[in-house]
């Protein structure tokens, strides 16, 4: 009997699972079911590139058509409904309304994650934008107008990526962060400093420790009002806030869910035939000797490889360096592992005058993390030290007079 | 429109029709050539799109950036012609070119 395998979601994860199917010799037939009228495209232009300039929707696009086409990878626009496991089914609802039922042999859950919205007075208002899918980035994009008023809620990277995206437009734009400091979820002090400082002086207005408590207009958002009283005046308001994973179709089928669909170092779940990918797994992380969940496109990546391998009887573990970046205006910040639970910063660089730094996360004398700003050697280089468990002394790495490449030389 | 060639480290050939203006990089995925995932999305910020291009096409190509070679410093299998795929542009010009993929990705 043909071997059939449906992937659920068409975003990275699917992407890159579809490709190395085929590479690895997988033979049967391969559906990806997505709810968007897209091929995969790159998510992380979105607040970025996409945003601030002139590219078209399948300018993003993974791989173009004929790859799919040439590789016999289809696609369906369509909802899942539900998953039986029993019967190895799925039940999906097209975009016409037409229900149909389909069997799978093998099943991927590429499901991602979706933007946590604000349940507040007036959230409901046109004018508030959220950024996570092409059609949140292309509204996005048809409101700006030079000289008027954005309000970003939430200073996280995509509320920063977006706020330098839209100064870049002309915008006129503020910020409001409900934390002490922006960024404080990722990164330390020394960081946040660091990016206030440079939004500021691009022109970006940033008030933190500020609660959002509604929105204000008469069709379309006018005002954003704040729990203290103050108010803000917006055209436009671009919210981001997190994300949540999406698990419900796993959860509601009995799949193990722990803050994402929990998946084994082979990415399968606790159904030996259902496999599960990228933003919306929880998964043991060997570096860190604990079980994350990564938002993140490279884990995407790597756990498409290991699912695509499994689901073809072989048996390769996956190996998941953290990692993630972020640009800003011309800061390209490279991200190496996971910095919580950290107990001591070193800084290398000078991150109060210039824009090129990195921040060192040690945790009982060893590397955990490192934040690098337009350092991309010093991002190389972390990745190596903690990924392979390098001993280095934190003054050998705040040291700037040595040369990044030296670093190693002097453990 | 002329073709470029990729050659893995096993000896396999694949040989590519150029796209005027595309990169290396979206030449290689459009094609699935394996061993290039472009992470990033032709960022320059994750460093697994790295090829060896042939020695006498190094001038069409143009050399690694400062940015690349900083990306690239670690890389045991670094070549003074290796370039990041998604920092070169392709051009009709360049039919026949032949890059080299390394043995392992960062």
């Known amino acids: ?411 | 429109m002329g073709n470029i060639t990729f050659i893995e480290n096993d000896g396999t050939q694949h040989v590519v029709e150029i796209e005027d203006g595309k990169s290396l990089m979206e030449i290689a995925m459009a094609n699935g050539v394996p061993g290039i995932d472009a992470d990033c999305g032709g960022e320059c910020a994750c460093g697994t799109c790295h090829v060896i291009v042939e020695d006498k096409w190094i001038s069409s190509t143009g050399s690694a950036t400062d940015e690349e070679l900083q990306m690239l410093d670690l890389t045991p299998e670094r070549a003074p012609t290796s370039r990041l795929a998604c920092q070169v542009n392709t051009s009709e010009q360049m039919d026949g070119l032949v890059v080299h993929l390394p043995e392992f990705q960062m």
């Open chain 1, 1 to 411: 009997m043909t071997q059939k395998c449906i992937i659920i979601g068409a975003s990275h994860g699917a992407a890159q699972l579809s490709a190395s199917l085929r590479q690895e010799g997988f033979e049967g037939e391969l559906l990806v079911i997505g709810d968007e009228p897209h091929l995969p495209y790159q998510r992380p232009p979105l607040s970025k590139a996409f945003l601030s300039g002139d590219k078209v929707a399948e300018a993003l696009y993974i791989r173009p058509a004929a790859f799919y086409e040439k590789n016999n990878v289809l696609f369906r626009q369509a909802r899942v409904t539900a998953l039986n496991r029993d019967l190895q089914t799925l039940t999906i609802r097209d975009y016409d309304g037409r229900v149909d039922e389909l069997n799978y042999s093998k099943l991927a859950l590429c499901t991602g994650a979706r933007v946590r919205k604000i349940e507040i007075p007036g959230s409901d208002l046109s004018g508030i934008h959220y950024l996570r899918d092409m059609a949140g980035a292309e509204a996005l994009k048809r409101s700006v107008v030079a000289g008027r008023n954005a309000v970003v809620v939430g200073g996280g990277y995509i509320g920063l990526e977006t706020a330098a995206s839209l100064r870049k437009l002309g915008m006129h734009v503020t910020v409001l962060e409900m934390a002490p400091r922006i960024l404080q979820r990722v990164t330390a002090p020394e960081v946040s400093e660091f990016y206030h400082r440079v939004h500021s002086e691009n022109g970006v207005s940033i008030h933190t420790g500020v609660s959002v408590a509604g929105f204000s207009g008469k069709d379309c958002v006018e005002r954003v009002v704040c729990a203290d009283g103050s108010e803000f005046p917006a055209d436009l308001v671009v919210v981001g806030v997190g994300v949540l994973p999406n698990t419900e179709l796993a959860e509601a089928a009995g799949l193990a869910v722990d803050n994402g669909i929990v998946v084994d170092q082979y990415c399968c779940t606790n159904d030996p035939n259902i496999f599960a990918v990228g933003d919306c797994t929880n998964q043991f992380n060997d570096y860190y000797g604990r079980r994350v969940r990564l938002e993140s496109v490279p884990s995407a990546t790597a756990q498409a490889k290991t699912a695509a391998a499994s689901i073809c009887g072989l048996r390769k573990s996956c190996t998941n360096f953290p990692w993630f970046w972020s640009d800003q205006y011309d800061l390209k910040l490279q991200i190496a592992g996971l910095s919580q639970g950290y107990d001591k910063v070193v800084v290398r660089g000078d991150r109060h005058t210039s824009r090129s730094f990195s921040a060192f996360y040690l945790k009982e004398g060893k590397l955990i993390a490192a934040d690098c700003v337009n350092r991309p050697q010093e991002f190389m280089l972390s990745k190596k030290i903690i990924s392979e468990k390098i001993n280095i002394d934190p003054k050998i790495l705040a040291d700037d007079s040595i040369p990044a490449k030296d670093l190693l030389m002097s453990v």
